[in-house]
């Protein structure tokens, strides 16, 4: 086995350059804390768990180490079993011990053999020289049958209300959660209006009638709330991002939207009041990339719902004679003053950078090697 680091309560494994330092839990393989290096600045931009030092009882383990961004499979609680399966919330891949195959100083190979649904997993983690960035590609080998999945990044953002402005490449259509995310008879709130349908993230129904924006955050303390955005199948690149104006940087994340169909937002600002909870988990947002149907889990997913009625994909149908690969990348940007919402983001034509536009006109690049997405090179 590969040396691991005590970090945050947690056994991980360590991977470095100059501009980024990035731990992997080998309890769920989650990535996390991750620091970027913008210059003097180091800045952390994923959520830890308060009760990361705690050692609440009951708990899944995808609970006990949650922070950072990980891999879920089946995405979703999974609370009802698919098939005679019953998987754990967010799946093996988030709750099982990773074995480390390969450390590099900057680059590792993961493997997970889940034992609901016998097959393999490979994570690679690969800091590139340079860029602040962290590259992902999971490969899922030997899996037969219907099968939903994601990556479940987790922002922690500033006290100060709305100090994070949100935007996405577009997506078709978005909804509420159909069912309620949190009921108070169990001490859970929730602010939206159940299965309510938008087209802005500015303007979403709110449980008392009104209107929520949505497109920027920390907002409505007190409340947990979670939203879906069905993508769009005309593009091969899309992409969601935070500008932090006051802090000087953005944050987004790429994938290949014929991978990762939909976008989960979950809004943890409070609402829990339950055990490991207790209504301290604040101003974290999940930016969720998946092919699921919202968090509900394989199940519901799999068989036929509202979103796959109207052409929504929300789950793959894997065959074992051919890996599933899902690749991924989140980075960290610097931004001038006077950036503020992300507009779009485009590769520039050499295709070894990404340009960040504004909604004011600023913008700004920096290097990224966006054909990871289709490619999958971890040279």
Not at 159 to 170: A, D, N, P, Q
Not at 318 to 326: A, E, F, I, K
Request: with cysteine; aromatic share 10%; glycine share 8%.
């Amino acid at each position: 086995m590969k040396r691991t680091h005590a970090c945050l309560h947690q056994p991980s494994w360590r991977l470095a350059t100059r501009k980024v330092e990035a731990f992997v839990t080998r309890l769920g393989g989650h990535i996390g804390p991750v620091t970027f290096h913008l210059g003097r600045r180091r800045v952390q931009p994923f959520a830890v768990a308060p009760w990361h030092a705690e050692e609440p009882r009951g708990l899944p383990p995808v609970l006990a180490a949650l922070r950072g961004d990980f891999f879920c499979l089946p995405f979703g609680n999974n609370t009802r079993p698919f098939r005679g399966e019953q998987h754990p919330p967010h799946g093996e891949s988030a709750n099982a011990r990773w074995a480390c195959v390969a450390l590099e100083r900057d680059r590792a190979h993961f493997r997970l053999h889940p034992r609901i649904r016998p097959g393999v997993i490979d994570k690679h983690v690969l800091l590139r020289p340079n860029q602040t960035a962290v590259y992902q590609q999971h490969v899922v080998r030997g899996l037969a049958g219907p099968m939903c999945f994601g990556q479940h990044a987790m922002l922690r953002f500033p006290e100060r209300e709305r100090s994070g402005l949100i935007s996405t490449s577009g997506f078709a259509w978005g909804q509420v959660a159909p069912e309620p995310l949190e009921r108070p008879a169990q001490r859970g709130y929730s602010s939206l209006q159940t299965g309510a349908s938008f087209r802005s993230l500015a303007r979403v129904p709110a449980a008392d009638g009104g209107w929520h924006d949505l497109s920027s955050y920390p907002a409505r303390r007190g409340f947990e709330d979670l939203v879906m955005l069905v993508g769009r199948a005309d593009r091969r690149i899309a992409w969601t991002a935070v500008a932090f104006p006051h802090e000087g940087y953005a944050w987004f994340a790429l994938k290949d939207p014929q991978v990762l169909t939909n976008t989960v937002l979950w809004h943890s600002n409070g609402g829990r009041h339950y055990p490991p909870w207790n209504g301290r988990h604040l101003g974290v947002l999940g930016l969720e990339e998946v092919t699921s149907y919202f968090h509900y889990g394989l199940a519901e997913s799999a068989r036929r719902n509202p979103a796959n009625a109207r052409g929504a994909v929300t789950c793959a149908h894997l065959d074992p004679r051919r890996p599933l690969v899902v690749n991924y990348i989140m980075a960290l940007v610097p931004i001038p003053p006077g950036f503020d919402r992300v507009r779009a983001i485009t590769p520039t034509a050499d295709r070894r950078s990404v340009r960040l536009a504004s909604r004011s006109g600023r913008s700004v690049e920096t290097p990224l090697d966006v054909d990871f997405l289709q490619s999958g090179a971890l040279s």
